[in-house]
């Protein structure tokens, strides 16, 4: 995202549309990451791997808003053996009280398959306002022979008695390159840093900026990184502005987990969310947000808001 509108803009994010499915090369029977999260568990009979519901952490922000997303991503990519296709995934997110429409926004999350797992990874805001956010909702997806996943910007709005979902934009990360330079094989190859399907594909596109994956490859050096979002799958402009945001022009990366630990979770140390952040500064970020308001830098080169309470924003000039 850009620099943020400022304090009084209650909760600058990442907004507009950008996004697909991304694939992943790993076989359907790779253990699942269950930091946080999940869907319904395939049936005894199935091959897939088991998966656990997502929930919040109760000291988030709005946990509903959250959730609500959540549910809706997780009813459409998770089905039972002969419950696949678009009317079976209507009747599920019908039966949440959500708008059967919405999957026909859904993509590759709902594939032509016979059954499917999902388990969401990370859901991390794309911004938040007194009425309406963005919900990055990040999975990984199994069907017979495949593993894959995405990252869903899913959009809200403020309802009673919680927020309705109104519209699905799965990532689109693009084909991947013939061929990467030396910075971002690095960045596939480095073990401290973990990326989700769709951040991976971003990688893979050759899209990405070389200050980005130095960044990533440098910060590795000192921490072990979850990366929530990359490029796509993240709005295209900063939430409730028309600013355009830097990750869909390849020149940012968000972090949800640091050294195995949530950035939203208040037991997290705030020595260490600080030191991250510091350091990504020094890695030539221009624009470094997170859930604590730091002193020093460059005028703007750092800032808090409640979009940025679940993660750390590392963003770069061109």
């Given at each position: 995202?850009?620099?943020?509108?400022?304090?009084?803009?209650?909760?600058?994010?990442?907004?507009?549309?950008?996004?697909?499915?991304a694939?992943?090369?790993?076989?359907?029977?790779?253990?699942?990451?269950?930091?946080g999260?999940g869907?319904?568990?395939?049936?005894?009979?199935?091959?897939l791997?088991?998966t656990?519901?997502?929930?919040p952490d109760r000291?988030?922000?709005?946990?509903?808003?959250?959730l609500?997303?959540v549910?809706?991503?997780?009813?459409i990519?998770?089905?039972?053996?002969g419950?696949?296709?678009?009317?079976a995934?209507?009747?599920?997110?019908?039966?949440?009280?959500a708008?059967?429409?919405?999957?026909?926004?859904?993509g590759?999350?709902?594939?032509d398959?016979p059954?499917a797992?999902?388990?969401?990874?990370?859901?991390?805001?794309?911004?938040?306002?007194?009425?309406?956010?963005?919900?990055?909702?990040v999975?990984r997806?199994?069907?017979?022979g495949?593993?894959?996943?995405?990252t869903v910007?899913?959009?809200?709005?403020r309802?009673?008695?919680?927020?309705?979902v109104?519209?699905?934009?799965p990532?689109?990360?693009?084909?991947?390159?013939?061929?990467?330079?030396?910075?971002?094989?690095?960045?596939?190859?480095?073990?401290r840093?973990?990326?989700?399907?769709?951040?991976?594909?971003?990688?893979?596109?050759?899209?990405v900026?070389p200050?980005?994956?130095?960044a990533?490859?440098g910060?590795?050096?000192?921490?072990?990184?979850?990366v929530?979002?990359?490029?796509?799958?993240?709005?295209?402009?900063v939430f409730?502005?028309?600013r355009?945001?830097?990750h869909?022009?390849?020149?940012?990366?968000?972090?949800?987990?640091i050294?195995g630990?949530?950035?939203?979770d208040?037991a997290?140390s705030?020595?260490?969310v600080?030191s991250?952040?510091?350091d990504?500064?020094?890695a030539?970020?221009?624009?470094?947000?997170?859930?604590v308001?730091l002193?020093?830098?460059?005028?703007?080169?750092?800032?808090?808001?409640?979009?940025?309470h679940?993660h750390v924003?590392?963003?770069?000039t061109?």
């Amino acid at each position: 995202m850009g620099q943020p509108l400022g304090r009084r803009a209650l909760l600058a994010g990442t907004g507009g549309l950008l996004l697909g499915a991304a694939g992943c090369s790993a076989p359907p029977s790779a253990p699942v990451n269950v930091s946080g999260s999940g869907s319904v568990p395939p049936s005894p009979s199935s091959s897939l791997p088991a998966t656990t519901p997502w929930r919040p952490d109760r000291n988030d922000v709005d946990p509903a808003v959250k959730l609500r997303a959540v549910q809706v991503v997780e009813a459409i990519g998770a089905w039972a053996p002969g419950r696949g296709g678009a009317a079976a995934a209507k009747k599920r997110v019908a039966a949440l009280g959500a708008a059967p429409s919405l999957v026909d926004q859904a993509g590759a999350l709902l594939p032509d398959a016979p059954e499917a797992a999902l388990q969401v990874i990370d859901a991390q805001y794309g911004g938040i306002l007194a009425d309406s956010a963005s919900v990055l909702v990040v999975c990984r997806q199994w069907t017979p022979g495949h593993a894959g996943g995405t990252t869903v910007d899913v959009r809200l709005s403020r309802a009673r008695p919680r927020w309705d979902v109104t519209a699905l934009h799965p990532a689109r990360p693009g084909a991947a390159a013939a061929s990467l330079p030396d910075a971002a094989r690095r960045v596939l190859a480095e073990s401290r840093i973990r990326l989700p399907p769709a951040a991976e594909a971003d990688i893979r596109s050759g899209k990405v900026r070389p200050s980005v994956l130095r960044a990533l490859s440098g910060l590795a050096g000192t921490y072990r990184m979850y990366v929530s979002v990359v490029r796509s799958g993240h709005p295209l402009d900063v939430f409730g502005t028309s600013r355009p945001s830097d990750h869909p022009r390849g020149r940012a990366f968000d972090v949800w987990q640091i050294d195995g630990h949530k950035v939203v979770d208040p037991a997290t140390s705030r020595r260490l969310v600080e030191s991250f952040m510091r350091d990504a500064a020094a890695a030539g970020s221009y624009n470094v947000g997170g859930p604590v308001q730091l002193s020093g830098g460059e005028p703007g080169q750092f800032f808090t808001d409640n979009t940025h309470h679940d993660h750390v924003h590392v963003g770069f000039t061109a």
